[in-house]
């Protein structure tokens, strides 16, 4: 196949992103452009869909000048269009697969709708050090938490996957209830940096379950109970008690993250784990994976901070290397979006 030049967008939830990936000369991501909706959501506690839909509208063609301009690259030099399809808000999807759909029409280009979960899981292929296939994947992104054992593009097998709430969902939840403002997870991992450790004590859910499966709701409670019983015998929690809340917190899903994967790399017989995803940014999980991994002789690999969240960078990756394995693309034009799109219909 001659080289491609694979425009991606992504608009799954609340950031919008657009990138050029050419897969000329071994593959390489020619410009990207990101923008967050966070300060705008911040007054409500949360994504405002409503919002996050005409805000994808309002970005989307000056990322994609910005990317043009910065790449140096044309419209008329694009070959495909990829974009997230799903899982994620049904609005904010349309709004990426509309605007990738109409362009790819006025191009004459086929376009490639991505999985967003297989964005993630293939964004550490952008890094400096990228990793091989196979390899075991820990995929913690927003409400999903698996772990997966990934031989190619397109080839995965499911080993273990949460069963309620994942990891970045009890980092959102438990943060609300230490009245943490949005977005949750990384403020609380912030202020666990400044609690004391093993001075809250917290259960492990299903570290010993003897499978590879994840369970955080539990843990969530665990939080809300403590947090009960000190406003009860206390008053209000001061703020070295929630830091040592949030630590508490942060190191009993770090201890089951870090067990389970490391785990499941030993039971595959391979040495390299991924580790992709938002909660994969994480400064304790990856202090306590390198250190952990390094006994075992297990190389592990992350994405680039930048590409940790929702980006554009890993749907026009992921497009690009669907194209390289022959997967069919479709033409410009009618389509659909699927907000909940099962990750097994990805599993080969």
Known sequence: MPPMLVLGIESSCDETGVALYSTAAGGALLAHALHTQVVMHQAYGGVVPELASRDHIRRAVPLLRKVLADSGCSLREIDAVAYTQGPGLAGALLVGA??????????????????????????????????????????????????MHVTGVGHYELLGETLDDAAGEAFDKTAKLLGLAYPGGPALAALAEHG???????????????????????????????????????????????????????????????????????????????????????????????????????AVFYPELEFCTDNGAMIALAGALRLQCGAATKPAGAFAVRPRWPLADLLA
């Not at 109409?102 to 191009?107: H, R, V």
């Not at 003897?210 to 008053?235: C, N, P, Q, Y």
């Not at 770090?254 to 991924?274: C, F, I, N, P």
């Open 98 to 147: 509309a605007f990738a759909e109409a362009l790819a029409t006025s191009l004459g280009v086929p376009t490639v709708p991505v999985h967003h979960l297989e964005g993630h899981l293939l964004s550490p292929l952008l890094s400096s050090r990228p990793p091989c296939f196979p390899f075991i994947a820990l995929l913690v992104s927003g409400g999903h938490s698996q772990l």
């Open 196 to 298: 004391r450790p093993d001075r809250v004590k917290l259960p492990r859910p299903m570290l010993h379950s003897g499978d590879l499966d994840f369970s955080f709701s539990g843990l969530k409670t665990a939080v809300l109970t403590r947090v009960r019983e000190s406003i009860a015998s206390g008053g209000p929690l001061d703020e070295q008690q929630r830091a040592d809340i949030a630590r508490g917190f942060q190191d009993a899903i770090v201890e089951v993250l870090v067990k389970k994967s490391l785990r499941a790399v030993k039971d595959s017989g391979l040495k390299q784990l991924v580790v992709a995803g938002g909660v994969g940014a994480n400064r304790e999980l990856r202090r306590q994976l390198d250190a952990r991994a390094a006994k075992s002789k297990i």
